[in-house]
């Protein structure tokens, strides 16, 4: 369970700021009657199929710490023009579209606690906590709020803190029947973290400095294919246009067979694809 967990992990720290932050309680869980149908109509039947896929695709996803750490720890300087602005939070109307950017934006305050920015880092909160909010999923994580604040400054501890919140988040959606929005978050936290990745990488020639960072990238492949299967599962257009975004990455993928066909040149197809794929999911 922790390995499933801290695989997940970042889509789920999101909602820490707008719990610890704000000050009135009846609101916390408001969602509007326009969103409420909107998350009706994302709400699936429960599919044992569809559960198998995220399950197996969980099981088999590497940590997007990981990737970012990783190439964190090659000194590769911070980018935030690879950073999905706040702004666009605003635009962000229907509980697909929620649940996608609240995956970005969750691999997004990942990569900015690494660098150290503090406000950009609560600003980041304070956007995915409106998210969550309006997602409905916010109630889940206020227990784990006082412990937030108290760790702040212990990585390490914050990650086991959001191990614990994100598998209050997981039980809450898959037990009532919404894992399409859980699909829709973790497809959201795999493609930012791949961006990134990738974004950071593509101007960088492949070499002993960089060769694990490259090689990490290169595992997504797996990840991506079980990502497309998983949204073969779901019959509605959001879910349509999530695999199609997928398979724009994937067609560029599919063309390596070894971690060593990863290099500066591949790297920037990679780049391009993913870019198409999440401009997509941002717009």
Known sequence: MRTKLRVLFIASASSFLLASCSSNKENKNAVSNADSALMASDTMAYNELADFRFSFTIANLP??????????????????????????????????????????????????????????LFDYYSTSGKLAENLGILETFE????????????????????????????????????????????????????????????DQDRGDKYKTSFDKIYEQKLVLNNLVDLFTQFKDKDAADVEANLLLIKKVYDGFTDPEQVNKESMMKIFAAVKEARNNSIK
């Open 63 to 120: 940590s997007p710490l990981s990737v970012i750490g990783t190439i964190y720890s090659t000194q590769v300087p911070f980018d935030n023009t690879l950073l999905n602005p706040t702004e666009n939070e605003e635009k962000y109307l229907s509980s697909y579209k929620r649940a996608m950017n609240y995956g970005i934006y969750g691999v997004d305050m990942a990569y900015i606690a690494y660098y150290g920015n503090k406000q950009d």
């Open 143 to 202: 227990k784990f709020t006082d412990r937030f604040k108290t760790n702040y400054e212990n990585k390490d501890s914050i990650m086991v803190i959001v191990d614990q919140a994100y598998a209050e988040t997981d039980k809450f959606l898959r037990t009532n029947s919404r894992l399409e929005i859980a699909s829709y978050i973790l497809a959201g936290s795999f493609m930012e973290s791949l961006y990134i990745g990738s974004g950071l990488m593509k």
